[in-house]
């Protein structure tokens, strides 16, 4: 089983549609969880941080489930921009970084 | 947060040459790292560059390959060593503060070419 999984996709969704997406962590010592966007051909950038009370910025949401071990990233009313892949980014002890292998998201009108 | 310039942006490079990528933090960090992105996959970790002292790489990644300076606490440079049409892929520079809740800041990347 892989550190940090997520389901590649890609997920097609139309103009205002709710989406979701998960990504499983086998550490359960992981400390602390992050959500990255990565647009074609571009470096990832950070969308947001994810609490463990869940944390919310406009339309995307993040939450952790500890006991599941994985984190969730939603995003309401999508965007024709919101099209990218979504990386999550798991932090174990030590300082030790983990991708998972992307999300892809694509957001047609 | 910290910006980080990486040059140069693209280069196309000949079988068995070296390519030297520079990164450049605006700001003192703990941690730069290097990574490599290949077509269509996540990020792998190259090495992580150290201070003063010999980078700690990854497995699958050598020094003499990749050879890692990182002379003070905003630069580092790579190099990818007598290359090949397999080391074709996207190198990204990155950094960190050394809180395990600090964020990562990425480079804009290297594309990298080899014919």
């Known amino acids: 089983r892989k550190e940090v999984e997520q389901d590649p996709g890609p997920f097609n969704v139309p103009e205002g549609a709710t989406v979701a997406f998960n990504c499983t962590y086998s550490?359960?010592?992981?400390?602390?969880f992050f959500w990255y966007r990565q647009d074609c051909r571009k470096e990832p950038k950070l969308l947001m941080s994810?609490?463990?009370s869940g944390n919310e910025d406009g339309r995307f949401t993040a939450q952790l489930n500890r006991a599941s071990q994985y984190i969730s990233l939603l995003i309401r009313d999508s965007k024709l921009s919101d099209s990218a892949t979504y990386l999550c980014?798991?932090?174990?002890?030590?300082?030790?970084?983990?991708f998972g292998g992307g999300t892809r998201l694509m957001v047609k009108p | 947060s910290a910006v980080i310039s990486q040059k140069p942006s693209r280069d196309i490079c000949q079988r068995g040459t070296s390519l030297t990528i520079q990164c450049q933090v605006d700001?003192?960090?703990?941690?730069m790292f290097w990574y490599r992105q290949q077509p269509g996959q996540s990020l792998t970790l190259i090495a992580t560059?150290?201070?003063?002292?010999?980078?700690?790489?990854e497995s699958g990644f050598v020094i003499d390959k990749f050879p890692i300076s990182r002379p003070n606490l905003t630069f580092s440079t790579l190099t990818v060593s007598n290359m090949s049409p397999e080391d074709s892929s996207i190198y990204l520079c990155?950094?960190?503060?050394?809180?395990?809740?600090?964020?990562?800041?990425f480079g804009s990347g290297t594309q990298l070419s080899v014919l």
């Open positions: 990155s950094a960190k503060n050394g809180g395990e809740r600090e964020k990562l800041f």
């Open positions: 550490n359960s010592a992981s400390q602390s």
């Open positions: 994810v609490y463990s």
């Open positions: 980014v798991v932090i174990h002890a030590g300082n030790m970084l983990t």
């Open positions: 700001s003192q960090v703990t941690m």
């Open positions: 560059a150290n201070q003063g002292s010999e980078a700690t790489y």
